[in-house]
């Protein structure tokens, strides 16, 4: 194809650069749209809906449930389709438009199962961005650098959970959802241009052109980008396997005479290795905290010191703010000196940090001290989740590398890794829906501080398989 039709803006708009950025514009979106409500959402119920007091803590429960159980339910048929037709922009079109009309609904709606409705499109929105965008950087970096990676958008996106609850409670407070609906409506906007201007591989390859000198090394002759050594080098005079690691490769050979399951959904066979399967667990932990966190640290906030949504979203400033500090240095370490490692300082932390948030709520403190102290504390709360985030990507990532470079062509034209970001989504997203019902439950029934202590309990039992069951990284 020459040259003069290609399409406008190919140079910039198939850059590497170019694409992460928009992968990343699309997750801050989600993050965003997300954490705009967790602040305002019991007011939201109260004032609009005049739903009971006794009655906030289940329905904010139930709605958040509803985003995080909408994600579950179509995290891998999204990655198994995104891994089908090879497509990213696609998918990533199909969720602007659902996350378009969550918001509105969101917004405007008036019953129960309105607001339903709308945390339902918008968690099959997240579950398309998170599992077609995981795989589009996949695709670009590979495992050797996916943590750094990960980590550096974790750091990016998290500016939209950073600034969704302070501007959301403050929106809410002067102009009510019609200022909160303007704010989205700008960030959906932008996400919506650059998800139309992204070029993906499958457009990419339309054109008869030179590829940005960044991707060149990542073009193979099977039309993939993969990062894996290349499955044609396979002459009875050169070695098996570049790296020289056979025994270590032989771990990961899959049966020849594997079933169509096997074929259609490869993730979910390769979760019989042990660690791969316990990468899923670490993604559903996270989530289940996250979700206890975001259910019933908005309803203690009012409890103890009567704030307002505008005073709620900026405590969620405390730990939210480590995100953007800590995500990157987080991911770099994982690459650096393997995910054991990162993980088991990351649980360390969460145990006391955890812990310590049931403090104010004992009188142990003058009342003067309280609120720093609950600030601090989720500042540590912060930190121990932005150090075991990138843990669950990195080793899921290297380990389902292992087994597509032991079992060339196994995994089809396009490889997995929609489809495995897909599942590690199932598993988050499936946190995010226990994590608000289980800790609502406890903190209604036997109290916040309970309820604290149950999850670092959590914490504590997943540093010991941690420590159990991660070991060296996988080469």
């Not at 179509?74 to 378009?100: C, E, H, Y």
């Not at 961005?129 to 958008?153: F, N, R, Y």
């Not at 009342?367 to 985030?389: E, Q, R």
Request: glycine share 10%; with cysteine; net charge neutral.
């Amino acid at each position: 194809m020459a040259r003069s039709s290609l399409p406008w803006g190919y140079r910039w708009r198939s850059k590497r650069i170019f694409v992460i950025v928009t992968v990343g514009i699309g997750m801050f979106s989600d993050l965003f749209l997300y954490g705009i409500v967790v602040p305002i959402m019991p007011f939201l119920l109260r004032d609009r809906l005049g739903i009971p007091d006794a009655d906030i803590q289940t329905q904010t429960s139930r709605q958040l449930a509803a985003y995080a159980g909408s994600s579950v339910l179509f995290a891998v048929p999204v990655g198994w389709g995104a891994d089908k037709i090879g497509s990213r922009k696609m998918p990533f079109l199909v969720g602007i438009a659902t996350l378009l009309a969550s918001t509105t609904m969101l917004c405007t709606g008036t019953t129960i199962a309105v607001l339903l409705a709308a945390r339902l499109l918008q968690g099959l929105s997240v579950a398309i961005v998170w599992a077609v965008g995981l795989a589009t950087i996949q695709d670009l970096v590979g495992s050797s650098e996916l943590g750094k990676m990960t980590g550096s958008l974790f750091s990016f996106v998290s500016v939209g959970e950073l600034i969704a609850p302070t501007l959301g409670g403050f929106l809410y407070h002067h102009g009510g959802m019609n200022g909160v609906l303007a704010a989205c409506g700008v960030v959906l906007l932008v996400d919506l241009c650059m998800r139309l201007l992204m070029l993906d591989k499958m457009e990419m390859d339309k054109y008869d052109a030179v590829r940005d000198q960044d991707e060149a090394e990542t073009n193979s002759s099977d039309s993939t980008i993969n990062p894996g050594p290349s499955s044609d080098s396979n002459s009875e005079t050169s070695p098996l396997l570049p790296r020289g690691d056979v025994v270590k490769d032989l771990e990961y050979q899959l049966p020849e005479n594997a079933g169509w399951v096997a074929r259609q959904l490869p993730i979910l066979f390769c979760m019989r290795n042990t660690r791969l399967a316990f990468s899923m667990i670490l993604s559903l932990v996270q989530g289940i905290i996250l979700g206890a966190i975001d259910a019933t640290v908005p309803i203690e906030l009012a409890n103890l010191f009567s704030f307002t949504p505008n005073q709620v979203g900026l405590v969620f400033l405390c730990i939210v703010a480590p995100f953007v500090g800590f995500g990157h240095p987080a991911g770099w370490a994982a690459d650096r000196y393997g995910p054991r490692a990162v993980a088991t300082a990351g649980y360390l932390l969460m145990i006391p940090a955890i812990a310590l948030l049931s403090l104010p709520a004992l009188d142990i403190l003058p009342h003067a001290a309280k609120l720093p102290v609950f600030c601090i504390v989720m500042a540590l709360n912060g930190t121990a989740l932005a150090t075991t985030s990138p843990i669950s990507f990195v080793e899921a990532g290297s380990i389902i590398e292992a087994y597509q470079r032991a079992n060339p062509g196994f995994f089809g034209k396009h490889g997995p890794y929609a489809q495995l970001y897909g599942f590690n989504s199932l598993f988050f997203f499936a946190g995010l829906a226990i994590g608000p019902l289980t800790g609502g439950w406890i903190s209604e029934a036997c109290g916040f501080p309970v309820m604290t202590a149950v999850f670092a309990g959590l914490a504590a039992i997943m540093l010991g398989a941690v420590l159990l069951i991660i070991k060296e990284p996988v080469s």
